[in-house]
């Protein structure tokens, strides 16, 4: 049987995942407009200049919609069900889908605060960024 | 803007089915064959062809080649589940500009494991989103519900009277394969899927094919007493797509509402074909074309009777939720339905003195936004 789902890791994303190994959230920020944006693309979503740079983030931001999933697409992930699946507001003004761990993930809402953690995954060079309530 | 002289002209459909092993080109050669009965239309005729799909081996020219049809023009229908009116509206373009005057758009799905029907995850769903072990479009649509539902206070109550409404419509409508009576409570304690979003907002995959023909005015008088033509239609496609922190509960529908109805009044729109993956999908689709103000979606449904026989018919054939989801041709399903009402063929379930229909389509379910597809047409009968 398939494991869990993992990054197929690319030239565009290898930064992002690199950062995450070593439990740093990093965005993509245009050295020509300055727009900060995510998940990484290949050009700015601002003015498609191609000239990106990676910048570390706080990792701190506010919940703004979740999702209790029962029922996984990919039924690998069936053991951790339910799974507190969100997007995340960070401070520096982008949304990311992630997911809500812990024990109070039951108690999450809309616009509680949030920190990031790294995620171990089956594949020991990846660790996934996911938060937990502050 | 007003098209000129572009028409619908005929349609065609297969049974339904959750489990067959029937190829999925028999689907589409059903689904024309029926359109072919319909309108007269023989298979030497048809030079125009477009399949609407997401598996890659169907493009449009190979289908050609497999179902020996030799064509003037082809498109294959990309847009997901906006895919079929979208498809409409490039072939309305070819028959403007004089290129073509008859065309065959098809969508369909099985469960022929011949066939890559499952698309491989873009990019930034794989990276970014299945990694965390999420639930598909259930729980993409789970985040949106949540949003709607926390800032407007929208209740289960009322999203679910649009998923009860169009079971009532399936009851006489012998393609659907959801018929059965269903109560707010039956839907309220239907399992949790990906809360807030349950068993019962969910389309149910099924094998099945969809054919909507498309010609000119001309050629339309030569089909069919029975013309229905196109009015007005508008796409937006990427809405919100350079946006950080995008608004989870408006989709591009309200940029094509605003295009749609300054040709007609939403007023004047007799049968609504509304693309409903979900019911949330339908009520924020009637927020954003104007029905009501953005949130206030499920006061409106409270205040109205959605179904056939109501004061403003929705679904009138089950939609997509009942009927079941045969892939793209969900999205054909819901022109098939209009034409079906406004050319007086939908039995049990007529909707009276039905002139015009509203059909949109929605699809592409973009990263942290809503839908990357929406598309609309408006049609009317004419005799």
New interface residues.
Partial sequence: MAG???????PV?REYWAGAAKGELRLQRCRACG?????PRAAC??CLSSDLEWVPVSGRGKV???????????RA?MD????C???V?LEE???????IVGDNRDQVT?GAPVSVVFMD?EDADIK?P?FELA | MLRKKVCLVGYGSTEYSRKSDRPLLSYYAEAMQNAMAQTGITKKEINGFSMVTQASPDYSPYVAEQLGLELDWVLNGDCGGAGAVCAIRRAADAIEAGYLDLAFIVAGNAFDKNVAHQRVLEYQRANYVDVYGYGGPNTLFALVQRRHMEEYGTTLEQIGKIAVSQRHNAGPNPQALLRAPMTIEDYLNSRLISDPIRLFDCVMPCSGGECVVVASEERAKQITDKPVYLVTDAEKIGFQASNMLPDKTVTGMSVVGQHLFSEMSRDNIDVLAIYDDYPIAVMMQLEDLGYCAKGQGGPFVDDHDLTFAGDFPVNTGGGEISVGQAGLAGGMLHVVEALRQLRGEAGERQVKAAETALVTGIGWLSYARNLNTTAALILERRS
């Fill in positions: 869990k789902s993992l990054p197929v890791i690319n994303d727009v900060l944006q995510f998940f979503t601002g703004h919609t979740f999702s209790l999933c029962r029922v996984p697409r990919n992930f951790e069900v339910p799974i699946v969100a997007e507001e003004g982008v949304r990311m889908v992630t997911r809309l995954t996934l996911v």
